[in-house]
């Protein structure tokens, strides 16, 4: 069984920046193309950004684009999301999704098969 763990959600000022993390286990990793979302109070999930198994393919999408830097490091079975210069409206849960398609352009949210449980980040003064 495939399980994902986010960690390093956090109360942030705005402008300050923070990096998200998402351990996977049950899988090969380096096969998996890995997403981030984020849902914000009220609103529906978004999709954030996505990186292709050997991390050389991302897409980056929303208002968050420009200000997110994906990363993985397939011997830690972990992908990594950094966020610079956030901003109240950054305020949301961010999951980490994944699939075992290699094709990463696609950032509907059905197209990920597992998800996790979700971290918190609270932009705020």
């Known amino acids: 069984q495939v399980q994902l763990v986010e960690s390093g959600g956090d109360l942030v000022q705005p402008g300050g920046s923070l990096t998200l993390s998402c351990s996977v286990s049950g899988r090969t990793f380096s096969t998996l193309t890995m997403g981030w979302f984020r849902q914000a109070p009220g609103k529906e999930r978004e999709f954030v950004a996505a990186i292709n198994p050997t991390g050389l393919g991302k897409n980056y999408a929303g208002p968050a684009q420009g200000r997110v830097t994906l990363s993985r490091d397939n011997a830690k079975n972990t992908v990594y999301m950094n966020l610079i210069n956030l901003k109240p409206d950054d305020t949301a849960i961010y999951y980490c999704?994944?699939?075992?398609?290699?094709?990463?352009?696609?950032?509907?949210?059905?197209?990920?098969?597992?998800w996790g449980q979700g971290t918190q980040v609270t932009v705020s003064s």
């Open positions: 999704a994944a699939k075992t398609e290699t094709w990463y352009g696609d950032p509907s949210q059905a197209s990920y098969a597992y």
